[in-house]
């Protein structure tokens, strides 16, 4: 089993609709991460938690929302899906052991048209 | 605050041969590390390299090499003998060891290694 599992692996979904984006880990790391790629931009940050009572926004935040139901658990919901909201998303962890490198998911790629 | 800047949007190399993925970084902190991500076409992102501010040595890992230039804010990726598998988007990253700790991104250069 992958120590970042992102699921689905690729979804589409029509513009106006609430679309749930799971994430779990089993390297027992506290601080997990949203981000979205899209061509050109590299990677943005849209929420991170260090733990599951500590949720914060990244850059680009409007629009989405978060939940940390448990250390191996974060899930990113976009509320009402927008055709711009189409990118690639990833799901991270990190801790101290590796300098906060991140361990990626392979990744979610969401289509709203 | 942290930037990272990736000028090379493409590269091209041949088989073999060695090749050197540019990156500038900006910060005022003095304690940080530097990252390099490998995106190959199935979208995953790989851990190639790390450096961190204090290190004397330049890291390696393999193939590659990053080349730290720490008065002048590089951390080139050099990947030695490229194979066709390196074709990919290649990312550098930084964080900071104070505060945050958040990556934060370059926008990557794609790099196709040909026969």
């Known amino acids: 089993d992958a120590d970042v599992t992102q699921t689905p692996r690729n979804r589409i979904t029509k513009t106006g609709k609430r679309i749930m984006l799971e994430c779990s880990q089993t390297k027992g790391h506290d601080r997990m991460y949203w981000y979205r790629q899209d061509p050109g931009l590299g990677l943005r940050l849209i929420y991170y938690s260090f733990d599951v009572k500590d949720i914060n926004k990244g850059e680009i935040s409007d629009g989405y929302s978060v939940s940390r139901q448990a250390q191996a658990k974060f899930s990113l919901s976009l509320e009402s899906a927008i055709p711009n909201q189409t990118a690639l998303y990833f799901c991270?962890?990190?801790?101290?052991?590796?300098?906060?490198?991140?361990?990626f998911g392979s990744g979610t790629r969401l289509t709203v048209v | 605050a942290q930037k990272i800047t990736q000028t090379q949007p493409g590269m091209f190399v041949q088989e073999k041969e060695a090749v050197t993925l540019d990156c500038t970084y900006d910060t005022s902190d003095q304690s940080y590390g530097l990252f390099w991500y490998k995106q190959p076409s199935s979208g995953e992102m790989i851990f190639l390299i790390y450096q961190g501010s204090y290190d004397e040595q330049n890291a390696t890992e393999g193939r590659y090499s990053l080349n730290f230039q720490k008065a002048r804010k590089s951390a080139n990726l050099v990947i030695s003998a490229s194979q066709l598998g390196d074709s990919a988007m290649y990312f550098c990253a930084m964080t900071l060891n104070t505060g945050f700790q958040k990556l934060v991104f370059g926008t990557g250069t794609r790099l196709l290694v040909s026969p």
């Open positions: 991270a962890t990190s801790d101290r052991a590796r300098h906060y490198g991140y361990t």
